[in-house]
């Protein structure tokens, strides 16, 4: 099954576990994946370069979008023990596995993934990690991004990666334009690594 398929909430491949270790931050990390999943039996591209330009955040309530097998949420809950993670996908398949993984890092009791409807209306976060699911479309993106951003505390942050070539800089301008400035931390292999941030009145 290729990569474009893997926001469908109930993949139809046939389910087989793979395995990923993957170096993040200082901390060696062995995760399962699937087929069916975004990025099955590897760390992508636009992932590692999202962890090797940027610190792990030191804590709080952090929202890991589009969760996938879980990664980028379970490193930030290895990094920094004091955080809390929530992480989302409409992939239930991806869910499982995100838990599973969860489980056998040890962190389960400060890591919970959910399909979005799930997420308490009032959850508030201090920072949104994200390599957001491009390829679900412009619009669909532009709806995701709107849904979640206004989530950040006020002196939050999202830290997120972007292929250049999928339209990293447009989506830039269009937040900008929307009312949350960002920032380019980073450009690396053919990815922006962009820090959204609320717009200070």
Request: hydrophobic share 40%; charged share 20%; glycine share 10%.
């Amino acid at each position: 099954m290729s990569d474009e398929h893997y926001f469908s909430a109930d993949p139809s491949a046939p389910f087989q576990q793979m395995p990923v270790t993957a170096s993040v931050w200082g901390h060696e990390l062995s995760l399962v994946s699937g087929s069916g999943v975004f990025a099955s039996g590897r760390l992508d591209i636009g992932t590692s370069v999202l962890f090797r330009e940027t610190d792990p955040p030191t804590g709080g309530r952090i929202l890991d979008l589009g969760c996938g097998y879980g990664v980028i949420g379970l490193a930030c809950a290895v990094a920094a023990p004091s955080a809390s993670i929530t992480a989302v996908d409409v992939n239930r398949r991806a869910l499982l596995l995100a838990r599973e993984n969860a489980e056998s890092l040890g962190v389960a009791d400060r890591f919970s993934a959910y399909e979005p409807g799930e997420v308490a209306a009032d959850a508030v976060f201090d920072e949104i990690w994200s390599n957001p699911p491009i390829r679900i479309g412009k619009d669909a993106l532009h709806d995701l991004l709107l849904t979640w951003l206004p989530r950040l505390d006020p002196d939050g942050r999202a830290v997120m990666v972007v292929g250049k070539n999928l339209g990293a800089d447009s989506l830039q301008r269009w937040l900008d334009d929307r009312g949350w400035p960002t920032t380019r931390l980073a450009s690396a292999k053919g990815f922006r690594v962009l820090e959204v941030r609320r717009l200070r009145s």
